[in-house]
């Protein structure tokens, strides 16, 4: 009994071996700026190159993927493709070194001057790229690999790259409707602005309150990336969160945010709007990239 009981064991450790060690290694150049560029990107499974079913790329602000330059390469099919603009449907599905090219609006695979390549344990994709002129500002750059047991390593963020720079500096702006005003429940619209489009705008916050302490206050912020709102705690050291539209209602000892009425939405190209539902006075604040 003993014995069969150490070979289930060891059955299950060598099992997961491949996956303790799947890895996403680097991206060639890791850092730098231009329109075009070819990127060396590496894989490695401990089961060998072929082991790794599909590497992903992406270049964006975060990994949601909409929005952004997001490559996949499938070996079983050794077929390039690339993520539309809604994250919603893969384009392409072309091999390396044909004359084919994929784009979105953020970028172009150019499939000809593209190659896959594997040594050892170690999958190499030279990816070439061509970034439209909208896609402005950093983006890190991505990757993420899967083997033929489902495993995967995970996003890791490899390095960083300017397609174009921003053509403005100017800071972004913010208003907010009502202005003033009584009552214990309203929706409060928060309007920003960017010269360099909505999407340039990676996080808004606001802030309700006789001061700008943030302790005992209904203080707000937006992550544009996740769709996420989070609320502070009463002394203002924690954060409850949750995805705008759904559910959940955040509170503290101040305010109560009703996420099934708190909205988001993209305009012009430079404005992003919030529609918040919760008085004191409305403080905003807000960056850009």
């Known amino acids: 009994m003993r014995g069969v009981f150490a ?21 060639s150049p890791s850092s730098g700026s231009g ?66 090219t994929v784009s979105n609006s953020q970028c172009t695979v150019n499939l000809v001057s593209t190659t896959v390549s594997g040594a050892g344990n170690t999958l190499t994709v030279m990816l070439a790229l061509s970034f439209n002129s909208s896609f402005i500002g950093p983006q890190t750059v991505y990757g993420i690999a899967y083997d033929q047991a489902a495993n995967n390593t995970g996003w890791k963020s490899l390095g960083t790259w300017t397609p174009y720079a921003a053509p403005s500096t100017q800071p972004p702006t913010m208003s907010v409707t009502p202005t003033s005003g009584v009552g ?35 203080y707000v912020y937006y992550l544009q990336a996740e769709n996420m709102l989070y609320l502070y705690n009463n002394a203002g050291s924690a954060v409850s969160s949750g995805n705008l539209g759904s559910t959940t209602t955040l509170s503290n000892s101040q305010c109560s945010v009703n996420l ?24 905003g604040a807000l960056r850009d990239r």
Do not use: K
């Open 7 to 27: 070979a289930i064991v060891l059955a299950l450790v060598f099992g997961r071996s491949g996956y303790a060690q799947l890895a996403v290694n680097s991206v």
């Open 35 to 100: 329109g075009s560029q070819t990127f060396t990107f590496a894989a490695s499974s401990p089961n060998g190159f072929a082991y790794i079913s599909t590497f992903q790329m992406l270049f964006n602000w975060d990994t949601d993927g909409g929005g952004g330059c997001y490559v996949s390469y499938n070996a079983s099919g050794n077929a390039v493709s690339l993520m539309n603009d809604a994250a919603s449907q893969w384009l392409g599905g072309y091999a390396p070194g044909s004359s084919n």
């Open 184 to 218: 214990i429940s309203q929706i409060f619209s928060f309007h920003v602005n960017d010269l360099n489009g909505y999407r340039y705008i990676p996080e808004a916050s606001a802030l309700i309150e006789a001061s700008v302490t943030g302790v005992n206050s209904c």
């Open 260 to 283: 099934s009425q708190t909205t988001t939405t993209g305009s012009g190209g430079n404005d992003l709007q919030h529609a918040l539902r919760e008085c004191q006075f409305v403080h």
